[in-house]
């Protein structure tokens, strides 16, 4: 069974086809590789066995989708493809406007075309007002975003509710994820992130490997255990398999299904350090800061729904996050350019 797979060669895609491979579906890839690089998909074939179906190219390209759509029976798409640097969206709103909510039209347009009605959208937790009481449940209050990434989410979100409103063949799945870590325990593939990381686990192992002189604490005078902000850290293993729960899930329902993947568990920023420390045997120095503009004190799921319905929920701990952030890190200090 063949699965197309938007953005399938970035940081969760490439995690996500290993999973489709051993659940036994075929993922089709289509990526642009604006932010990848396709050896991601021969470390994929490396781990599986199984040579990869990639299509190098554009999503909000109608013409290339339709061609993919007419070569290969697929049952369903997951959409990871998308632009996610929060900083980059406040610069440029246009270009994140453009390609995340050009690409999730034109692939909606296409699989509704070919008959395929069946979606799984990458969320996110930022689509969760700031005003929320914790865990976030998904029924807890939407919107309030504080920056154009986020908007994108909530109205990727929205689109794909109302057409599945509109049109009852259809069964969309919107996932919100939490903070993905960690990498597959071959090391072979992860994240690569351009330039200098904006999120707090690429910085740990970057600071470990000696790339970051020291880790910047973005405040300390938060109401957490240790005055640091806290998050909902989930490995991107576990986050990967919710997709192929949420394929399940798809194929025996109609309508919008929306579930949080996170594992419940809130973690600060010094619990991070001290957890990669001790996992590894290495040391990440680290520097208090002031605050980051736009941050949350804390933020993780609940992810009830998510085992109840889907019959899914996270497998890897603090400890096993730590480790393969590092094996991977240690293994590809330059990523994929090595
Ligand atoms: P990533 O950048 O590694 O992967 C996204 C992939 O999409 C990249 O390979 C990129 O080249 C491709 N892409 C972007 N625009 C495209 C287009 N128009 N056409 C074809 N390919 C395109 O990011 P990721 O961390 O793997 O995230 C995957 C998805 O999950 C994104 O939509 C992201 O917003 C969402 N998400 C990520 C996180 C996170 O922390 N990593 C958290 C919540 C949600
Ligand atoms: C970020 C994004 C959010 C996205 C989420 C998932 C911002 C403002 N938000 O949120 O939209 O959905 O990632 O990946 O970027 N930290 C440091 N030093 C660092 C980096 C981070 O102290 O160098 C702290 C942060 O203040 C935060 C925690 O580490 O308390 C996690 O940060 P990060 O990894 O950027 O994730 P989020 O803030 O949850």
């Given at each position: 069974m063949k699965v197309l797979v938007t953005g399938g060669a970035g940081y969760i895609g490439s995690h996500t086809c290993v999973e489709l491979i051993e659940a036994d579906y075929t993922p089709i890839v289509v990526d642009n590789l604006c932010n990848s690089s396709a050896k991601s998909l021969e470390r994929v074939k490396e781990i599986t066995g199984q040579d990869i179906t990639f299509y190098q190219g554009d999503v909000c390209d109608e013409a290339l989708l339709d061609a993919i759509l007419s070569e290969h029976e697929v049952i369903c798409a997951i959409h990871f493809a998308g632009l996610k640097a929060v900083g980059e969206s406040v610069a440029m709103p246009l270009e994140y406007y453009r390609n995340n909510l050009l690409s999730t039209l034109t692939l909606c347009k296409v699989l509704g075309k070919h008959g395929v009605k069946k979606i799984v959208f990458s969320s996110s937790?930022?689509?969760?007002?700031?005003?929320?009481?914790?865990?976030?449940?998904?029924?807890s209050k939407t919107g309030n975003c504080t920056n154009p990434y986020g908007w994108t989410k909530y109205m990727g979100e929205q689109i794909l509710r109302d057409i599945a409103k509109a049109d009852g063949e259809w069964s969309v799945v919107n996932l919100r994820y939490f903070n993905p870590v960690g990498a597959h325990k071959s090391g072979l593939i992860g994240e690569h992130p351009n330039?200098?990381?904006?999120?707090l686990m690429p910085f740990i192992s970057q600071t470990a490997i000696g790339k970051r002189h020291h880790l910047n604490?973005?405040?300390?005078?938060?109401?957490t255990h240790d005055g640091t902000g806290v998050r909902d850290y989930i490995h991107v293993v576990d986050l990967a398999r919710g997709h192929v729960a949420a394929i399940k899930y798809l194929l025996s329902h109609t309508g919008e299904g929306v579930f949080n993947l996170g594992t419940g568990t809130g973690y600060s920023v010094l619990d991070m350090v001290k957890a990669f420390e001790s996992a590894n045997g290495v040391s990440v120095p680290y520097e208090i800061a002031d605050r980051r503009p736009g941050d949350l004190a804390t933020c993780y799921a609940e992810p009830a729904k998510s085992r109840e319905v889907l019959g899914w929920q996270a497998q890897f701990d603090q400890n096993d996050m730590c480790r393969d952030s590092w094996n991977w890190q240690s293994k590809n200090p330059n990523g994929y350019d090595d």
């Open positions: 937790a930022t689509v969760y007002s700031g005003d929320n009481e914790m865990p976030l449940r998904e029924t330039g200098i990381p904006n999120n604490v973005f405040g300390n005078d938060y109401p």
